[in-house]
């Protein structure tokens, strides 16, 4: 066996999609962070013309990644988030801030509704490290503290930040590569933390992807599956390509975590 082919320097993210998860399955627990794309909605169409949203978390491209890598996946989403409403009330309210839930990994899929509401993006410097309830009312500013949060819940998580696919209309993605830069930049800013690019390296969004993997305006069965198989290759190839990093995982949440040794140390 050539163990050298996990590490091929040339390889994309999606160049290849394990069917097991791959090293995807190292996680045991994991928080799902998102709208309705992470909560597995399906859209309908009455036949008076009106259009129902129903969230089937079973459906979400989570839930198909925890039962292929066999890990336990919570669904910290809702159909129409927005960061801002999920710091401001949505994520209390449902006590997603509860330590009972803190997880080895976080991935962050949000940024469609916030860009809907055409609130302004902001950029890395809206982040107080000191003190992120001084963010200023920015996507970037409500980003920073859902990762805050979840950091200070959980300080040894691997933190994953997804960005949205590519649709083929033209002012539409120049928003979306505005968006991907700021989580690339999240990224640099934060440590243990990476970014799911689905701008640079999904398929692109379009019409004949929609015939096949979309009911209405939201992803059908299907459409889930292909998304949980793409996102659990993109962490094995993330994990892979930095494996280091990742050795100590097992650790996570326990008396022998990093952070509870540097408590340690510093004592």
């Not at 509704?113 to 609130?119: I, P, V």
């Not at 819940?153 to 590519?166: E, G, S």
């Not at 390296?201 to 793409?230: I, Q, S």
């Amino acid at each position: 066996m050539n163990i050298e082919k996990y590490f091929d320097p040339d390889e994309q993210p999606l160049d290849n999609i394990p069917e097991d998860g791959g090293f995807t399955a190292i996680f045991r627990t994991v928080a799902c962070i998102g709208d309705s794309l992470s909560s597995g909605e399906f859209e309908t169409l009455t036949p008076d013309g009106k259009k129902h949203y129903n969230d089937f978390f079973e459906y979400s491209w989570g839930q198909f990644m925890a039962r292929t890598c066999g890990f336990k996946c919570y669904n910290f989403s809702k159909g129409g988030m927005t960061a801002k409403q999920y710091m401001e009330t949505f994520a209390e309210s449902k006590d997603f801030f509860n330590p009972e839930y803190a997880s080895q990994a976080y991935i962050i899929a949000l940024g469609v509704n916030d860009l809907n509401h055409k609130w302004p993006l902001g950029t890395i410097d809206d982040v107080n490290d000191d003190d992120p309830g001084k963010n200023p009312d920015t996507f970037a500013g409500w980003y920073g503290r859902i990762v805050a949060k979840y950091k200070e819940i959980a300080p040894d998580a691997k933190f994953f930040f997804m960005t949205m696919p590519r649709s083929g209309n033209e002012s539409s993605d120049v928003n979306k590569a505005a968006h991907a830069k700021l989580l690339h930049d999240f990224a640099d800013h934060y440590t243990n933390s990476y970014v799911i690019d689905f701008f640079r390296y999904a398929p692109v969004y379009d019409n004949a992807f929609k015939e096949k993997f979309y009911l209405l305006g939201h992803l059908n069965p299907c459409g889930y599956r292909l998304t949980g198989k793409m996102v659990a290759a993109y962490i094995d190839w993330i994990i892979r390509h930095n494996i280091g990093d990742f050795k100590r995982i097992g650790y996570n949440g326990t008396a022998l975590s990093d952070s509870e040794l540097k408590k340690l140390q510093n004592n």
